[in-house]
């Protein structure tokens, strides 16, 4: 089966690539974008309409996926899965180009030795030293050891036995030991999630702090690109001289003419692109799925976005406003 996984790029960082022979695992704690594209690309076609004339003739571009393997996912990216997967497999339709990419793809994952200041998967309640995925590895003690999750990850060690070799784990239980304990000491690992707890929805949609916070943004988008979770998408059709092409790509809820309709734009000002999309990962996503949070803790926006906002300033804003009221009302 092919096989992808985190390969430094020429900038540095880490992108997921096609294995060839010489190509070598990247160090990076993570790659630039998650491993999601693999699941839902960044542009993918859904129908063609060819025309004679007043003859249409439709087609479906979809080529055939076979098996493929990803290496080295993070556990963030990991938890991520099962955010999509709940909007795209176990929802009414199911998404059916998704979900066809999401049966041949087999997931390993890596679990971290060295997470970053930006990272706060532990927040979310996600092991950055188990992770999740059909098989799950670890390289410890200068072996690579992996053991399986699932039946896809069954079948994939059972492809490769013949490499495999039995070894105590102790190595590894020493490891996750010492992942946790770092990821545990993080800055961001603690923060004060009950503000956003469903309850107190509409005081936090009108909070005037929405305005402050949203004064520097400027809507390029690049948090929601980054981001695991991030699941909108815009549908377009491109004429090629011959024909209509229908695709689909990724669209982010920070762009003016996100869901932009004939009669309007529902949200007109970046201060309310900016709160939708920090609502909908702490409070929107939450309330429809059992209070699980949109968010990973990957700290790919705190990484990337040109300003330095993102979703820990966020709460910390709204848990400082909380602190002051209470004291002013004490």
Same mark, same amino acid.
């Given at each position: 089966?092919?096989?992808?996984?985190?390969?430094? &790029?020429?900038?540095?960082?880490?992108?997921?690539?096609?294995?060839?022979?010489?190509?070598?695992?990247?160090?990076?704690? %993570?790659?630039?974008?998650?491993?999601? @594209?693999?699941?839902?690309?960044?542009? /993918?076609?859904?129908?063609?309409?060819?025309? @004679?004339?007043?003859?249409?003739?439709?087609? =479906?571009?979809?080529?055939?996926?076979?098996?493929?393997?990803?290496?080295?996912?993070?556990?963030?990216?990991?938890?991520?899965?099962?955010?999509?997967?709940?909007?795209?497999?176990?929802?009414?339709?199911?998404?059916?180009?998704?979900?066809?990419? +999401? @049966?041949?793809?087999?997931?390993?994952?890596? $679990?971290?030795?060295?997470? *970053?200041?930006?990272?706060?998967?532990?927040?979310?309640?996600?092991? *950055?030293?188990?992770?999740?995925? =059909?098989?799950? *590895?670890?390289?410890? @003690?200068? $072996?690579?050891?992996?053991?399986?999750?699932?039946?896809?990850?069954?079948?994939?060690?059972?492809?490769?036995?013949?490499?495999?070799? /039995?070894?105590? =784990?102790?190595?590894?239980?020493?490891?996750? $030991?010492?992942? +946790?304990?770092?990821?545990? *000491?993080?800055?961001?690992?603690?923060?004060?999630?009950?503000?956003?707890?469903?309850?107190?929805?509409?005081?936090?949609? &009108?909070?005037?702090?929405?305005?402050?916070?949203?004064?520097?943004?400027?809507?390029?988008?690049?948090?929601?690109?980054?981001?695991?979770?991030?699941?909108?998408?815009?549908?377009?059709?491109?004429? =090629?001289?011959?024909?209509? %092409?229908?695709?689909?790509?990724?669209?982010?809820?920070?762009?003016?003419?996100?869901?932009?309709?004939?009669?309007?734009?529902?949200?007109?000002?970046?201060?309310?692109?900016?709160?939708? +999309?920090?609502?909908?990962?702490?409070?929107?996503?939450?309330?429809?799925?059992? #209070?699980?949070?949109?968010?990973? #803790?990957?700290?790919?926006?705190? /990484?990337?976005?040109?300003?330095?906002? &993102?979703?820990?300033?966020?709460?910390?804003?709204?848990?400082?406003?909380?602190?002051?009221?209470?004291?002013?009302?004490?």
């Amino acid at each position: 089966m092919p096989l992808y996984l985190p390969v430094d &790029n020429p900038s540095g960082k880490a992108d997921f690539q096609k294995w060839t022979k010489g190509v070598r695992l990247s160090s990076a704690l %993570k790659t630039v974008r998650s491993a999601k @594209d693999f699941f839902f690309p960044k542009a /993918e076609g859904l129908v063609n309409f060819k025309m @004679d004339g007043k003859k249409i003739e439709i087609e =479906d571009p979809r080529a055939d996926v076979g098996d493929f393997v990803i290496f080295g996912v993070r556990a963030c990216d990991a938890a991520s899965f099962d955010i999509l997967d709940a909007v795209y497999l176990n929802m009414d339709p199911v998404d059916s180009y998704y979900k066809n990419r +999401r @049966d041949h793809g087999t997931v390993v994952t890596l $679990a971290c030795t060295e997470p *970053a200041k930006t990272c706060f998967c532990s927040l979310y309640g996600i092991d *950055a030293a188990e992770p999740k995925g =059909d098989a799950a *590895a670890w390289i410890a @003690d200068g $072996a690579l050891y992996i053991k399986a999750n699932t039946e896809k990850g069954e079948r994939l060690l059972a492809s490769v036995r013949q490499l495999l070799s /039995e070894r105590p =784990d102790g190595a590894v239980s020493a490891q996750q $030991a010492e992942t +946790r304990a770092k990821a545990e *000491a993080l800055p961001f690992s603690h923060i004060d999630l009950s503000k956003f707890n469903g309850k107190d929805m509409l005081a936090l949609f &009108n909070s005037p702090l929405w305005k402050k916070l949203s004064e520097s943004c400027v809507g390029c988008g690049t948090c929601t690109y980054v981001c695991p979770t991030c699941m909108c998408f815009d549908i377009r059709d491109f004429d =090629d001289g011959s024909g209509v %092409k229908r695709f689909r790509c990724w669209d982010s809820c920070m762009y003016s003419d996100f869901t932009k309709m004939a009669a309007a734009n529902p949200r007109l000002t970046q201060t309310e692109r900016f709160r939708q +999309r920090f609502m909908h990962k702490l409070v929107y996503y939450p309330m429809a799925h059992d #209070g699980v949070k949109s968010c990973v #803790g990957c700290g790919r926006c705190l /990484e990337s976005c040109p300003i330095h906002m &993102n979703i820990v300033k966020v709460i910390k804003a709204f848990n400082e406003q909380a602190e002051t009221q209470d004291g002013g009302n004490a």
